[in-house]
């Protein structure tokens, strides 16, 4: 069985800890799971899946990511899963996001993939750790710092992705 690629592009480290979950998961189910930065990852031929995950900043995507997203769309084939986080304050990181899943830009590249499924979790946000343009942005939005992972629809999300890997014998 080939191992899954858990990828991720992080900023101050709240998607990589969503990955090492999501990771963490999968071995917990029986599968292979290697997670690695996005930047990291030079060849994807020997992954049999693919979860690729990215934190959003104003709904763009972290440049690594989607890099690693491009490479997926030219060799499409494996299934592929995608997340993204960052969304801060209690409630629906849908409605965050005004029911968009990706970025706009990188739409046509996931249409190409058909990812098997898109989440979107929510993020941390620690104002200790942003730049001045940043804590003045959160200032303006009036945005409260804190933990807003949902570690069980993290796992939830996981556990679903390990039981379509092990039906289909990935």
Request: charged letters at 25%; a positive charge.
């Amino acid at each position: 069985m080939k191992p899954v690629l858990v990828a991720y592009a992080s900023k101050y480290g709240a998607t990589a800890g969503i990955a090492e979950r999501i990771g963490e998961v999968l071995r917990d189910a029986g599968l292979p799971a290697e997670v690695v930065p996005a930047a990291k990852v030079r060849d994807l031929a020997p992954y049999g899946a693919v979860v690729l995950g990215s934190a959003a900043y104003m709904f763009r995507w972290r440049k690594e990511a989607a890099k690693l997203l491009k490479a997926l769309a030219a060799e499409a084939g494996r299934p592929v899963w995608l997340f993204s986080s960052g969304p801060t304050g209690e409630g629906d990181t849908e409605a965050f996001t005004e029911g968009e899943k990706l970025p706009k830009g990188l739409i046509p590249l996931a249409d190409r993939i058909g990812p098997r499924d898109i989440a979107t979790f929510g993020g941390v946000l620690d104002m200790a750790k942003l730049n001045a343009f940043e804590r003045w942005v959160m200032g303006m939005m009036k945005a409260k710092p804190g933990d807003y992972r949902n570690w069980e629809a993290i796992d939830a999300w996981a556990r679903a992705i390990a039981a379509a890997l092990l039906e289909a014998g990935s």
